[in-house]
């Protein structure tokens, strides 16, 4: 899972896109309210993610 904010000025979009290709099976969720640090939705997502993983 690559979790990605679109407002990140660091670590640009097209990178992360980049990576999901060149990565069998990766799933990547794009975040538009979000930057480097994230957002409350994107902050949700990672915990779902994180439970979704640990078999929660």
């Known amino acids: 899972m690559i979790v990605h904010g679109r407002l990140d000025l660091s670590c640009p979009f097209d990178a992360a896109w980049q990576f999901a290709q060149a990565w069998p099976g ?9 930057g480097h640090k994230g957002s409350p939705a994107m902050h949700e997502h990672v915990r779902r993610t994180v439970a979704r993983f640990a078999g929660l």
Do not use: I, N, S
């Open 26 to 34: 990766a799933e990547l969720a794009a975040f538009d309210d979000a």
